[in-house]
């Protein structure tokens, strides 16, 4: 399982504590999956995810579109069930 890690995110709505799910390739596009850690803490975890860039002070997110977010999500799901095999698996 991966080390959970938190970042902030700059949003149009100020600054954004978020975890970070997963950071991941597919077909050479980088992408990102986060929870807001307001969320989590509420007891929600919708997962966002974004296409991003790695900048100098950083790294710039950058929306998808429907059919990028569908991709970018089977693979999210691929890799976290992935995981959850190799722990079972780890586990027995």
Do not use: H
């Not at 989590?40 to 296409?51: F, P, Q, S, T």
């Not at 860039?53 to 977010?69: A, N, Q, R």
């Not at 999210?76 to 780890?90: H, P, R, V, W």
Request: proline share 2%; no cysteine; charged share 35%.
């Amino acid at each position: 399982m991966m080390e959970e890690e938190t970042i902030i995110l700059d949003t149009p709505d100020g600054q954004v504590e978020v975890n970070v799910v997963a950071a991941y390739a597919v077909d050479d596009t980088d992408y990102i999956a986060v929870v807001p850690t307001a969320m989590l803490e509420k007891g929600e975890a919708e997962v966002l995810i974004y296409r991003y860039k790695e900048i100098d002070d950083g790294i710039e997110l950058l929306d998808l579109t429907d059919e990028e977010f569908e991709s970018a999500k089977t693979a999210l799901e691929q890799i976290l069930a992935e995981e959850e095999e190799e722990a079972a698996e780890n586990d027995a």
